[in-house]
């Protein structure tokens, strides 16, 4: 399967400790995105990298959150001192710039629960 | 800010019954997209509407876009159940998309 793979799809852990996630892109993908989806909601912007280059963050990503791109394929993204707040679906994407439509394909997520 | 509307918000209707779901969009956009979700996994792309006057098909979903009136349409022919999920309406805009809250579908058989 060539698509966009997400580790791990589940994770459970208490409020304090420390999460990351990874997100393996479409190869060849220049961009790759994080959203975060909270229950019966839409899928919300992060951020997002181009190749190695972060260039752009919401404000929803506090200082607790942070998002690597190291050699611009994978991405990390690591959450710290963990709050109930931050379980949630955290859905990755990426698309290639100089396709027909630019379209952002999505990962199956990682779920994120809270304690 | 760019804001996205879908209406409804939760729609349950009989099987062969034909149904429309509205998205407004506050601002410009490059694009426009529809995407299918089923609970507890990920979305699927269905349709990715460029320009006014645009219209999609694939089976018994119709999408259409109309740019002036910053309005699309996901029309569903003849329900059936396995079209039962949330549909996500969402826009592209400065690279990122924005999603609405998405339309709760459930079809009774």
């Known amino acids: 399967d060539t698509g966009v793979s997400q580790d791990p799809r589940h994770k459970i852990t208490k409020r304090g400790q420390n999460v990351t996630f990874r997100c393996d892109p479409i190869?060849?993908?220049?961009?790759l995105y994080w959203y975060r989806q909270t229950l019966g909601q839409g899928p919300e912007f992060l951020t997002y990298?181009?190749?190695?280059?972060?260039?752009?963050k919401s404000r929803l990503l506090s200082d607790r959150f942070s998002a690597e791109r190291p050699k611009g394929s994978f991405s990390t993204l690591e959450i710290q001192r963990t709050e109930q707040g931050d379980s949630a679906m955290y859905l990755c994407?990426?698309?290639?710039?100089?396709?027909?439509?630019?379209?952002?394909?999505f990962g199956p997520g990682t779920r994120l629960t809270v304690l | 800010e760019l804001k996205v509307e879908q209406n409804p918000l939760f729609l349950s209707m009989q099987e062969g019954k034909n149904y429309t779901i509205y998205c407004n969009y506050s601002?410009?956009?490059?694009?426009l997209y529809w995407y299918r979700q089923d609970p507890g996994k990920s979305l699927e792309s269905l349709f990715v509407?460029?320009?006014?006057?645009a219209v999609k098909q694939e089976g018994r979903l119709m999408a259409s876009l109309d740019t002036k009136a910053r309005l699309s349409t996901l029309h569903i022919t003849a329900a059936v159940h396995d079209l039962s999920a949330t549909y996500f309406c969402?826009?592209?805009?400065?690279?990122?998309?924005?999603f609405g809250k998405g339309t709760r579908l459930h079809i009774l058989p």
């Open positions: 601002t410009t956009s490059d694009r």
């Open positions: 994407a990426s698309s290639f710039t100089l396709a027909l439509y630019n379209e952002q394909f």
């Open positions: 969402a826009v592209l805009r400065d690279d990122k998309i924005i």
């Open positions: 990298f181009q190749n190695e280059a972060q260039l752009e």
């Open positions: 190869s060849e993908h220049n961009r």
């Open positions: 509407l460029l320009s006014n006057g």
